[in-house]
């Protein structure tokens, strides 16, 4: 079963631009990672944040996390073209501390135009 | 090695027959994790393992799927009978502890006919 659910599932902006892209879950979470996979392989991990976090930045990343509406936005600014690709936003719980497999949502397809 | 590493690429097999497919993880990683991605979907947990031993198998989806961690470092996944329904990217991931960043190997590509 899959717990996140991004929006919008596609986004098309012209480079430059900001792309903000949405995620909500259902469950109490321990942490929430977005992650950037090109042409369906590999997973390329961009950010972690913890559920008692409310912002992270890393590079041009924004990461915000609201635990009372159990959402999460990932900010790219200054867009390129390379970073056409498609991102998921993955929740990890953490029941009395056993586990921390990963759930992810579908995915969100970014392209970025020239 | 730098990053995760799966081997085969790609595998293509038959309807029925058994395939193994193995996971390297970072070194000095203890924690392991096996998912399962269809086309247009996100990654779909299987099993994770903590050192040698499977803390939780609760995604693997029947008794045909089974994975194994001998030495607390590579691990294989093992496909018995295979279905249609099994192709799928199987992706490894590993994290140096339980509740941290997991790394993604770029996985195989099974298919099978």
């Known amino acids: 079963s899959q717990q996140g659910e991004e929006d919008p599932q596609a986004l098309s902006i012209q480079e430059g631009e900001n792309a903000t892209m949405n995620c909500s879950y259902k469950t109490s979470i321990n942490n929430l990672q977005w992650y950037r996979q090109n042409s369906g392989r590999g997973l390329v991990h961009l950010i972690l944040i913890r559920s008692n976090e409310r912002e992270k930045h890393s590079g041009r990343l924004r990461v915000t996390l609201d635990t009372s509406k159990k959402s999460s936005s990932l900010l790219i600014t200054a867009s390129r073209a390379a970073d056409t690709a498609s991102y998921f936003c993955?929740?990890?719980?953490?029941?009395?501390?056993?586990?921390?497999?990963?759930?992810f949502g579908k995915g969100i397809t970014l392209s970025v135009r020239p | 090695g730098a990053g995760v590493s799966q081997t085969p690429s790609n595998k293509v097999t038959e309807k029925g027959k058994y395939v193994e497919l193995r996971c390297d993880p970072i070194s000095g990683h203890t924690a392991l994790y096996w998912y399962r991605q269809s086309l247009g979907q996100g990654p779909e947990f299987l099993i994770y393992f903590q050192g040698t031993g499977a803390a939780d198998d609760s995604g693997l989806p029947n008794d045909r799927f089974f994975a194994v961690r001998p030495e607390g470092s590579v691990s294989t996944l093992k496909i018995q009978r295979t279905e249609r329904g099994d192709s799928a990217v199987y992706l490894c991931?590993?994290?140096?502890?339980?509740?941290?960043?997991?790394?993604f190997g770029p996985g195989t590509r099974l298919l099978v006919l």
């Open positions: 991931a590993s994290s140096l502890i339980r509740g941290e960043t997991q790394y």
């Open positions: 993955a929740t990890a719980t953490d029941a009395a501390g056993a586990n921390s497999k990963l759930t």
